[in-house]
């Protein structure tokens, strides 16, 4: 009874969907972290060791769940947080993805490992676009990923800065995934039970990284794991005085993504970001750092009347974002509850992970008696 896309009630519906629908190594790089994964079940556990505190009698009919982050308007408080190699996941990829996302009027993450250019995603997705940028070794890579982003009119961009190496991903290691994947002993019953997935794998354009093709043969002509990948050809001497002049030369909306320090998030506001994404990239680089969500208070009360403050990662129900936007987050975002809907169901399945969250989060406003998220605050929310 779970092979329905509307059957999908819930994240965990849309993981066992996925689970089904993927040849293993690549649900396992979607659902995998790093080391014994301990960071990756706190990012969510976090959000079940406190409790809500609604108020009733409040006259419920209208609510308005919009937020502004990165001087966007975005209709619902969790955005799609950048993800790498979508066309793996679903041959539409991004584009479902961005598709969805415009749907629901929310902000639509793309990462520099996408697999559709940003021309093509600028071309057919209206809502705001954060380009999330990796900052390479190469010079001339990041300023043509960049330059390519003013030139289609991107509202914002991230640059990530919690993956100067790569995360010791074991499952990867295990099931030998790697982008492009490659036909392995291991790998090969794996892909022999998901015909479909390899039909429409090879019936469809090839799979490339759109924005690094022309720059590095890994990851689209050359099989390369996504830890070796960050390992060899991310700039491991980035400091703050480069992401300063990356800010400068972008100009516009600048966001530091995998921020986790009251400290770090005080020198993003030095160099002019206009927001921080607390975020341990979903568990899948330091395992033992500290969940988001547990970390979200200290850095709003540091930080929050100066700089946009997003709580990124392991967001699975409405309750987890407004537990998020009652400690002071602006928005929340997520990867992979909307990855498991896009390898369940492409677009279809994307827009009804969206559609849960919308009629959790509305549901859950109207039981907590508030009509918009700036009621939400430190009165609703009590730590046990
Ligand atoms: C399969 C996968 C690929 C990801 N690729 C990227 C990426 O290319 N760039 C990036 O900044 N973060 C990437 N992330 C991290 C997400 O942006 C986000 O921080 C993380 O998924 C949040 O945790 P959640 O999946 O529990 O919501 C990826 C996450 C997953 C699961």
Request: aromatic share 8%.
């Amino acid at each position: 009874m779970f092979n329905k896309i509307n059957n999908c009630h819930n994240t965990k519906d849309f993981r066992k969907l996925a689970k089904r629908k993927l040849p293993g190594p690549i649900f396992h790089y979607i659902d995998g972290a790093a080391d014994d994964e301990v960071t990756y079940r706190r990012n969510t556990e976090a959000y079940e060791q406190c409790d809500l505190i609604p108020n009733v009698l409040s006259g419920v009919e209208n609510i308005d769940m919009s937020t502004t982050v990165m001087g966007q308007k975005i209709d619902m408080p969790i955005y799609l947080s950048p993800t790498a190699l979508q066309r793996l996941f679903h041959h539409d990829g991004e584009k479902a993805v961005g598709k969805a996302a415009e749907k629901f009027g929310t902000m639509f993450g793309i990462s520099s490992l996408a697999t559709v250019s940003i021309e093509e995603i600028a071309q057919k997705i209206k809502t705001p676009k954060l380009f999330q940028l990796y900052v390479h070794k190469d010079k001339g890579l990041n300023k043509n990923m960049i330059d390519r982003c003013k030139e289609s009119k991107f509202e914002a961009l991230a640059i990530t800065v919690d993956t100067i190496v790569g995360g010791n991903r074991e499952r990867d290691l295990y099931t030998g995934f790697t982008s492009p994947p490659k036909l392995t002993l291991k790998s090969l019953m794996s892909f022999a039970t998901h015909p479909s997935w390899v039909f429409n794998y090879l019936t469809h354009p090839s799979f490339e990284l759109s924005q690094l093709k022309n720059y590095i043969g890994e990851g689209t002509d050359i099989s390369v794991s996504i830890g070796d990948y960050f390992t060899k050809v991310i700039d491991q001497s980035l400091d703050w005085k480069a992401a300063e002049e990356i800010n400068k030369y972008w100009g516009k909306h600048f966001a530091l993504k995998g921020i986790m320090s009251v400290e770090d998030a005080k020198r993003a506001i030095d160099i002019g970001a206009t927001a921080i994404i607390i975020s341990n990239h979903g568990g899948r680089q330091l395992d033992g750092s500290r969940s988001p969500f547990d970390q979200l208070a200290e850095i709003v009360d540091a930080v929050g009347d100066k700089i946009d403050v997003i709580c990124d990662g392991g967001i699975r129900r409405g309750t987890h974002v407004l537990k998020a936007l009652s400690l002071g987050a602006k928005a929340c975002s997520g990867g992979r509850f909307y990855l498991y809907a896009l390898a369940a169901g492409g677009q279809k399945g994307v827009e009804k992970a969206l559609s849960n969250f919308h009629s959790e989060i509305k549901r859950d406003m109207q039981l907590m008696g508030v009509t918009n998220i700036d009621q939400l605050t430190r009165k609703n929310i009590i730590f046990r």
